[in-house]
T-cell receptor, first 110, second 110 residues
Framework: EAAVTQSPRNKVAVTGGKVTLSCNQTNNHNNMYWYRQDTGHGLRLIHYSYGAGSTEKGDIPDGYKASRPSQENFSLILELATPSQTSVYFC?????????FGPGTRLTVL | QQKVQQSPESLIVPEGAMTSLNCTFSDSASQYFAWYRQHSGKAPKALMSIFSNGEKEEGRFTIHLNKASLHFSLHIRDSQPSDSALYLCAVSQGGRALIFGTGTTVSVSP
């Protein structure tokens, strides 16, 4: 089965600070995705990538940047973290027909 | 933008009963319809999916799609306590990305 790992698993950040969430996949999938999950909103797509060097905006990209330096790694960057970005973040790899999710990162911005 | 909504928000079913979950979508051009299941504290995991109108059965799970009504559903026969989870429906149009619903929390009482 596809293996997707995320780090850190838990993160507490201060308002205005920079946060980087990392994702690694070992199945050579071209596509990778970042979602956030909040009660009452399900999973919402932040950014996605079709391969190394590419990033695309999802449905809620404001306040987030993404980086895909290699096939295996996809990062989500919060340059100036705000309390509204407190959430659980999931990374996924695969394609639209079969996505494999990582275990999630719980981010709290104080 | 595609809107995907689920009902009910939550439900409690007795062990052995049928569980029925609903998902409506707004774009008739949608091509792919899926259900994901997420146990508490875990990553979402693909459960089953369908492309064309009709029914598809896999074990105790049945997915039913009616594109004209912009509606698809998931039915779980002989519900078990292990089926207790958050169920997310997802829709894709053109293969860009999945749009997820807000989720239905299912609790199966022994």
């Amino acid at each position: 089965e596809a293996a997707v790992t995320q780090s850190p698993r838990n993160k507490v950040a201060v308002t205005g600070g920079k946060v980087t969430l990392s994702c690694n996949q070992t199945n050579n999938h071209n596509n990778m995705y970042w979602y956030r999950q909040d009660t009452g909103h399900g999973l919402r797509l932040i950014h996605y990538s079709y391969g190394a060097g590419s990033t695309e905006k999802g449905d809620i990209p404001d306040g987030y940047k993404a980086s895909r330096p290699s096939q295996e790694n996809f990062s989500l960057i919060l340059e100036l973290a705000t309390p509204s970005q407190t959430s659980v973040y999931f990374c996924a790899s695969g394609d639209v027909y079969e996505q494999y999710f990582g275990p999630g990162t719980r981010l709290t911005v104080l | 933008q595609q809107k995907v909504q689920q009902s009910p928000e939550s439900l409690i079913v007795p062990e052995g009963a049928m569980t029925s979950l609903n998902c409506t979508f707004s774009d008739s051009a949608s091509q792919y319809f899926a259900w994901y299941r997420q146990h508490s504290g875990k990553a979402p995991k693909a459960l089953m999916s369908i492309f064309s109108n009709g029914e598809k059965e896999e074990g105790r799970f049945t997915i039913h799609l009616n594109k004209a009504s912009l509606h698809f559903s998931l039915h779980i026969r002989d519900s078990q306590p292990s089926d207790s989870a958050l169920y997310l429906c997802a829709v894709s149009q053109g293969g860009r990305a999945l749009i997820f619903g807000t989720g239905t929390t299912v609790s199966v009482s022994p």
